[in-house]
T-cell receptor
Framework: AQSVTQLGSHVSVSEGALVLLRCNYSSSVPPYLFWYVQYPNQGLQLLLKYTTGATLVKGINGFEAEFKKSETSFHLTKPSAHMSDAAEYFC???????????FGAGTRLFVKA | DGGITQSPKYLFRKEGQNVTLSCEQNLNHDAMYWYRQDPGQGLRLIYYSQIVNDFQKGDIAEGYSVSREKKESFPLTVTSAQKNPTAFYLCASERGGPTNEKLFFGSGTQLSVL
């Protein structure tokens, strides 16, 4: 069975600081991995995804994530936080050939001025 | 513009009442999904449909029902059997099939109990 663990339900950074949101997954077969962002009272939108090929994936708004199979991780990073990055972030996994996307519990990012 | 429309944005349910949440998409997507979001628990799958006139239970289907009579529409009914319905409900769609496609989400419905 697949599962996703996001370390830290809340992360707080200063504006301009590095953002690091952690995600570990469990999957018995090669996974597809996703990061979604949710702003208050809205639906989720895709930040980036890993399917095959290059393990460093670049997404929108300056975010990127690296797939590390040996560590079963897919951590999300951004070199310099902006106030507009404050939101909730969800890591998700889906198996190749699967119909269901499994979401982590989410990490709320706070950005301090 | 194509997208997913959920209505209403806010909904209140009285005890013993069934309520229906609407989800409509004009993306020509085959697959549609209903998720429930509770604080600190992420998104949990209620029901999904890969094609018209067919749907499957997700992880927390008890107390909910759906229909998929049209490709564009996937309404969710929260029945009186669902004893803890207060949550944020999200509808999503994708092109369909076991692919690596992303999910497109509606803006959600907040359901509360009176």
């Amino acid at each position: 069975a697949q599962s996703v663990t996001q370390l830290g339900s809340h992360v707080s950074v200063s504006e301009g600081a590095l953002v690091l949101l952690r995600c570990n997954y469990s999957s018995s077969v090669p996974p597809y991995l996703f990061w979604y962002v949710q702003y208050p009272n809205q639906g989720l939108q895709l930040l980036l995804k890993y399917t095959t090929g290059a393990t460093l994936v670049k997404g929108i708004n300056g975010f990127e994530a690296e797939f590390k199979k040996s560590e079963t991780s897919f951590h999300l990073t951004k070199p310099s936080a902006h106030m507009s990055d404050a939101a909730e972030y969800f890591c998700a996994v889906r198996t190749t050939g699967g119909f269901k996307t499994i979401f982590g519990a989410g990490t709320r990012l706070f950005v301090k001025a | 513009d194509g997208g997913i429309t959920q209505s209403p944005k806010y909904l209140f349910r009285k005890e013993g009442q069934n309520v229906t949440l609407s989800c409509e998409q004009n993306l020509n997507h085959d697959a549609m999904y209903w998720y429930r979001q509770d604080p600190g628990q992420g998104l949990r799958l209620i029901y999904y449909s890969q094609i018209v006139n067919d749907f499957q239970k997700g992880d927390i289907a008890e107390g909910y029902s759906v229909s998929r009579e049209k490709k564009e529409s996937f309404p969710l009914t929260v029945t009186s059997a669902q004893k803890n319905p207060t949550a944020f409900y999200l509808c999503a769609s994708e092109r369909g099939g076991p692919t690596n496609e992303k999910l497109f989400f509606g803006s959600g419905t907040q359901l509360s109990v009176l």
